[in-house]
């Protein structure tokens, strides 16, 4: 099985499918890809948990909603629904369509004491056009835990590119934090969100990611064409706080 680490950059594309479609796309890169090696193949995914940082201002949301044409957001991600021994503190980079991360890995009980280093005793940043750590970003931005989200991602790994991935995400859901360092939780603490009616599609969307080195292969070209995607900027993080913004203006307390 070919599992390679992500390249330094990647080309990502983003697409809203049917849970028919995906269906179809399975079987369609299945001569291709197999089954992301640290997935358990008795479970098929695995939980994901990425918690966000932005300014009090929503800095990196309205980035992101305006499609900035280079931007960046920090986030914390970890895996699974239990106890965890360890975080990625990550800043995830965009320009056009390539994308690049800063991550540096911390223990959990380093969190959120973390947050009160400089950077210098995290990592040895490089000042330049951007900040190059979460640790920078939270200095130089004076950032805070905005939203906690939780879904279940279906991975898969190319055999026969260098590096590709297609993942497939379902059972969305979130939590508002509002400065809040608890950044682990129960289920019961999330309210789902892909329902038909918050994500305006006929039913629960499933989130298809297309990630490949800058030159887009054959066989994504190929899928692309035969299943009739549209590419549709899915930011995560982004439909969430529209979301939170709209019950906000409809009379909802809703605060960041």
């Known amino acids: 099985m070919r599992n390679e680490p992500a390249p330094a950059h990647r080309y990502e594309l983003k697409y809203t499918v049917t849970e028919d479609q995906a269906a179809g796309i399975r079987d369609f890169i299945r001569p291709l890809f197999s089954l992301d090696g640290n997935v358990p193949s008795e479970q098929g995914s695995y939980t994901v ?4 940082m932005d300014t009090p201002g929503l800095r990196f949301y309205h980035d992101t909603r305006l499609r900035q044409l280079l931007r960046f957001k920090p986030r914390i991600r970890y895996y699974g629904t239990s106890e965890v021994d360890s975080l990625t503190l990550e800043v995830k980079y965009r320009h056009h369509r390539t994308v690049w991360k800063a991550r540096q890995r911390i223990a959990t009980a380093q969190w959120p004491q973390v947050l009160g280093t400089t950077g210098s005793e995290l990592v040895s940043p490089r000042y330049g ?14 950032t805070e835990p905005v939203l906690h989200l939780r879904y279940h991602r279906e991975p898969f790994v190319s055999e026969v590119d260098t590096y590709g991935r297609i993942t497939f995400d379902r059972a969305m859901r979130y939590r508002l934090l509002r400065g809040s360092h ?55 993080y982004r439909y969430v706080i529209d979301h939170c913004l709209e019950r906000a203006g409809s009379g909802d307390d809703i605060a960041f």
């Not at 948990?49 to 966000?52: A, H, P, T």
């Open 49 to 52: 948990n990425s918690v966000y």
């Open 129 to 142: 056009i951007l900040p190059e750590s979460f640790v920078d970003v939270h200095h130089l931005y004076g």
């Open 182 to 236: 608890d950044i682990l939780c129960r289920d019961g603490e999330l309210t789902y969100y892909d329902d038909a009616v918050t994500a305006q599609w006929d039913e629960s969307p499933v989130v298809l990611e297309i990630k490949t080195e800058a030159l887009v292969p054959f066989w994504a070209l190929d899928l692309i064409k035969r299943f009739g995607l549209v590419q549709r900027g899915y930011s995560k």
